[in-house]
Structures are given as structure tokens and as C-alpha cells.
């Protein structure tokens, strides 16, 4: 059984398509890298797969089954601009925050709880800063928060958007090492990302998207210039075909 | 006046509404201080405004019928908060448009109710700034009651309703019902307002619900403290400006607003870690906290010790 199963799915966003007939699957213990320019539909993608957005037609199924909110085999790390950064919450409630779905109403975190939030904490490296107010995080911090939020729910798959975006490159490489270590301990992980040294570098299988997928296979077997300028929209002198050429 | 000639007067038989206007006062700053940090971290002070406004039309028809003026304004207020999430949905006008829509309508609307009534000039003050007096004891168990039932709700809500300030994205794809944890919100803060109306007056409510959870935020960084000081800062504030009113004749709702505000001002200056002064007091003697935004390996090695204790 696959983890995720994206088929002929479509999606209108305003009365304008969006996402046209995507195929797409996902298995454990791979790390893909969902690439395209702004705007291609990628957030809109993994919000159709976390059914937060209404679709057109096609299904999504998650491990065998058609997917719905609260499913907590899918830990989601959305972009770090939809998190309330200034709330008085200290990191490791902030992460704990992320099982509020899980407990249910009227039940507070137990033994259980704490220990997968302290578990969580450490594959990101935060132990040290869990006490201290997710405001006075820099932006690598933050996003660490974010996925941590994400593994305290201990899923088997894991969807990321940007989680790159604005960070050094320490933390990029301590990030993309959590995840190919993920994969390698038989999660499915997808991400979308603008950095392609990063995902070229560090994912299994890329698929770029741009409305449609365009292409999906592993990096060496996406060496077609074409491709490129077909999914960024960018002319063949673009650094971007150089920077392909060059990974 | 002494603090003890205050306390006689709160023994005296003859003046019996005045313990009742404080037990009121106190119980209405409690449950607005509570339900005001949320009003204060989502940044949605403009929602209580609206309801503080939508409810006068409700208590003018009560006065009108002679009914209850809390039963009035919870189902206008209800009513208005319930047309705000709604009308919300719809994406095309910002929420902010709406509010304004409902929030001038609605109070044109108690305007003219309330100009039906014979001899309304006196009572319109009344419902704009507040008053002590004519307090019946029946508003005195209502607000009790709604006030028990508000903070029943906050306590077994508050995970959810932290998660959806936090993060809405995150906290539907958690399978959290959002936008009914938004409705339950802004009833709650629209029950507060109702039952603070009384002491405080309609123009003056919105402080109440505001101006102690603001302080309160200034003063810590944890969510618990802060819900715990936001009441305290309320019920000491309606305290103080009944005292301070009783004592100079200035009408009740203003005093205590204008006190809340005082401790609002002072928390800004002297807060422990944020307020003005606090730091500028401190920078020379180069306990200045180290600059956060550092790269992030650094720091953690530097830091082993977080020297901020637990949030909640
Ligand atoms: N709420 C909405 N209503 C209408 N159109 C929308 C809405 N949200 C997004 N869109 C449109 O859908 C398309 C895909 O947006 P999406 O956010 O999925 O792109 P993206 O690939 O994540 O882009 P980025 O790299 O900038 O994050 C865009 O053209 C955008 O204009
Ligand atoms: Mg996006």
C-alpha cells in the first residue's frame, strides 16, 4: 500500500483551475521534493492532500484511504508565516500545541504526550530552548518549531512547505539531514521548496509542477533542459538551466 | 474619603446597591480580563467593539418591553456575533468592513428604539456611561451565573482556542471544528461585554475587555500568568475606580476605566522585561538579553540554561 496516492486530482481556487489532472504517489522512505515557480499550485497541493481545500474531481488516499482533516498519520508544516510568532507560548507547548487535535476535547497532555514532545524536540536539536518564548526564536528556530510541532504527532508521512525558505545554511543541512534520516526510517516525506541545490542535493524523486505535473522522477533523470523552462516559465539562458546542468 | 468610611458605606443597609455595584463590577472585570487575552492575542478588538455596540439595540428594546436588560443585549449581541462569523466567510469584504456594517447599523438602530421610549435622555446616559444604582438583584445572580458558565467554557476550550490563534492552517488540518471555536469565542466575548454594560456603560465596555489583558501581556510572557493577571488587574481596577468614584462623585464606568488605564501605562513603563523604562534602565549595566537573532547553533551552546520558566 502506497502512503499517499494523488490521482487525477483537480482543483479550482475562485471559480480558475488550479491544479489540472496530478498524479502523484508517495511511498515510505522517500523524501521528495515538490518543485515550481509562485503560484504553480504547490501550498494548494498539499492542502488537497491534508483535504483542507475543496476539489474538483480525482481522489487523494492516505495509506489506502481517502483522506480527511485530523488524520494524524499526516504531520503538516505549513509556511512559518501562518504561526502566530508573537504568542506568549514557550516552545515546548507551542510543539505540544500540535497534539491538540489528537487529545480531544476536554483532555490535557498526560506522561505520553510530553514524552512524544520531548522526543520531538530532540531530533530538532531544541531541548536547550524549550522553555523560552517562541518569539524571541531567530527564523531557523522557528521553523525547527514548526516541524517538531509536525513529528509530535509521531505520523508516518510528512508534508512541508518552504521549509527552507530564509534559512542559513547550517540550519538547511541540519533540517535536510532530520529528513532524509526520516525517510530512511521508513516515513514518506514530500516538500515543496525554491532552493534546487537543496532538493537536488538531499531528495530522492523530484516532481515539478506547474499547474500539472510536468515531470517526476529522480534529479539525474531530470536533466532535460525542457523541462525546466517548461515547468519555470525561464529562457535557456537562464542561471537556473546552469545550476540544473551543474548538480 | 477613607478606605474605612468606603467600607462602612459598603455595610450600610441603606446604601445596599453599593456592595451590589461592586460584587458586579468585580465579577464582570474577572470574566472580560479572562476572555480579554484572547480578544488581545488574536488582535481582535475590533469584534468587541462591534458587539459592544450590537447589543444597545437589544437592551433599548428590553428597556422598551421592560424586560431584562442582560436577556436584551446577550441575544443582540449573540445575534450580531453570530452575522459577523457568518458574513466573515464570504471572502470578498474584509471582516473589518463588516463589523463597521453591523457594529453603526446596529446601534442606529437602538437609537431610534430607544427614542420611542418616554423620558429616555436619563436612561441613554445611563446605558452609555454606566451606573451603581437600580441595580435589580436578579442581575446580580445572572451575571454570576453567565459569568461561572463564561469561565467553565474558557477552561474546557482553552487548548483549542490557543491552537486557532496560533495557527488556523494547522489547527484545521488537526481536524479542528475553526469556525466553530470561532463562534464559541466570540459569543463568550460577546456575553462578557453584556454583563459588564451595567457598572461600565456601553461606550466604556471595550476597555475592560482590553486594557487589563494588554497589561497583563506586557507584564509576562507566559499565557497562564497572563490570564491570571489580566483578571486581577480587572477586579482591582473596578475596585479602586468604585472607591475613587464613590469618593469624588465621578461617574463610575470613566473612574474605573481611567484607573485600568493607569496600570496599563505603568506596565508599559516599569514591565520586568519589556517595559520602557525597564530597559533603558537596564542597558548600561549590560544585563541587556543577548540578541536573538543570532545564528541558531550558537546560541543553544551559549544558553545551555533558558532562564524563563515554564508558559501556562
Ligand atoms: N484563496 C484563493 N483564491 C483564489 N485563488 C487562489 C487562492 N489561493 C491561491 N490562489 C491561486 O492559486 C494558485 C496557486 O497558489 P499556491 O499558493 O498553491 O502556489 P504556490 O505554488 O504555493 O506558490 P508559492 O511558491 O508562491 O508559495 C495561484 O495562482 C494563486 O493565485
Ligand atoms: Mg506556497
Redesign the pocket.
Known amino acids: 500500500m502506497r502512503a499517499l496516492e494523488v490521482d487525477q486530482l483537480d482543483v479550482d ?2 471559480g ?1 483551475p ?1 491544479l489540472r489532472d496530478i498524479r502523484l504517489h508517495l511511498d515510505r522512505g522517500e523524501l521528495v521534493g515538490l518543485l ?10 498539499l ?1 488537497a492532500i491534508l483535504a483542507l481545500t475543496r476539489t474538483r474531481a480525482g481522489r487523494v488516499l492516505v495509506e489506502g484511504k481517502p483522506s480527511r482533516p485530523g488524520r494524524s498519520e499526516i504531520g503538516y508544516v505549513p ?1 512559518r508565516h501562518e504561526f502566530t510568532w508573537d504568542f506568549p507560548i514557550s516552545v515546548e507547548h507551542a510543539v505540544m500545541s500540535g497534539r491538540t487535535g489528537r487529545l480531544g476535547l476536554l483532555r490535557r497532555p498526560g506522561v505520553t504526550d510530553w514524552r512524544a514532545v520531548g522526543d520531538a524536540l530532540d531530533r530538532v536539536h531544541l531541548t536547550e530552548l524549550r522553555r523560552r518564548p517562541v518569539g524571541e526564536l531567530s527564523g531557523g528556530q522557528r521553523q525547527r518549531v514548526l516541524v517538531a510541532r509536525a513529528l509530535a504527532l509521531a505520523p508516518r508521512i510528512l508534508l512541508l ?2 521549509p527552507f525558505t530564509g534559512l542559513d545554511m547550517p540550519t538547511q543541512e541540519l533540517l535536510g539531514q532530520l529528513f532524509t534520516s526520516l525517510a530512511g526510517e521508513e516515513h514518506a516525506v514530500l516538500m ?1 521548496t ?1 532552493d534546487l541545490v537543496a532538493a537536488v542535493d538531499t531528495c530522492t524523486r523530484l516532481v515539478l ?1 506547474n499547474g500539472r505535473v510536468i515531470a517526476d522522477g529522480h534529479p539525474a533523470d531530470l536533466q532535460d533542459a525542457e523541462l525546466w523552462t517548461k515547468t519555470f516559465g525561464v529562457s535557456e539562458t537562464s542561471p537556473l538551466l546552469k545550476l540544473v546542468r551543474a548538480t | 474619603m477613607s478606605i474605612t468610611d468606603f467600607l462602612t458605606d459598603l455595610l450600610n443597609p441603606d446604601l445596599a446597591f453599593l456592595p451590589k455595584a461592586l460584587a458586579i463590577a468585580v465579577m464582570s472585570s474577572i470574566v472580560c480580563g479572562v476572555v480579554g487575552c484572547y480578544v488581545v492575542l488574536r488582535g481582535m478588538a475590533f469584534i468587541g467593539d462591534a458587539v459592544a455596540h450590537a447589543v444597545f439595540p437589544g437592551i433599548a428594546v428590553a428597556f422598551v418591553l421592560q424586560g431584562s436588560l442582560i436577556l436584551g443585549g446577550a441575544v443582540a449581541g449573540v445575534a450580531t456575533a453570530l452575522l459577523i462569523a457568518i458574513f466573515a466567510q464570504n ?1 470578498r469584504v474584509k471582516e473589518d468592513s463588516i463589523i463597521g456594517v453591523f457594529l453603526v447599523g446596529a446601534f442606529a438602530l437602538g437609537i431610534v428604539i430607544i427614542s420611542q421610549a418616554p423620558g429616555y435622555a436619563g436612561s441613554l446616559q445611563q446605558f452609555l456611561f454606566g451606573s451603581i444604582t437600580g441595580i435589580p438583584d436578579r442581575d446580580l445572580y445572572l451575571v454570576g451565573g453567565a459569568g461561572l458558565v463564561i469561565l467553565g467554557l474558557v477552561l474546557a476550550l482553552h487548548k483549542e482556542f490557543v491552537a486557532v490563534c496560533l495557527d488556523r492552517e494547522m489547527s484545521r488540518s488537526m481536524g479542528l471544528a475553526v469556525f466553530w471555536l470561532d463562534i464559541v469565542l466570540y459569543v463568550l466575548v460577546t456575553l462578557a461585554v453584556v454583563i459588564s454594560l451595567q457598572t461600565i456603560g456601553n461606550i466604556l465596555v471595550l476597555a475592560l475587555l482590553i486594557t487589563p489583558a494588554a497589561a497583563a501581556r506586557l507584564l509576562t510572557d507566559r499565557l497562564g500568568v497572563m490570564m491570571l493577571l489580566a483578571p486581577v488587574i480587572g477586579g482591582a481596577s473596578a475596585t479602586v475606580g468604585l472607591y475613587l468614584s464613590w469618593s469624588y462623585d465621578t461617574p463610575v464606568g470613566g473612574t474605573i476605566v481611567l484607573v485600568a488605564t493607569a496600570v496599563f501605562l505603568a506596565a508599559w513603563l516599569v514591565a520586568p522585561r519589556h517595559g520602557v523604562l525597564t530597559k533603558r534602565w537596564r542597558r548600561p549595566s549590560g544585563q541587556e538579553p543577548v540578541d536573538v537573532t543570532r545564528p541558531a547553533r550558537l546560541s543553544d551552546l551559549a544558553h545551555p540554561q533558558d532562564p524563563s520558566p515554564a508558559v501556562r
Open positions: 481556487l475562485g480558475r488550479v515550481g515557480p509562485n503560484g504553480a499550485g504547490k501550498t494548494t497541493l492542502r509556511q512547505d518552504e515543496t525554491h509542477l | 471572502r
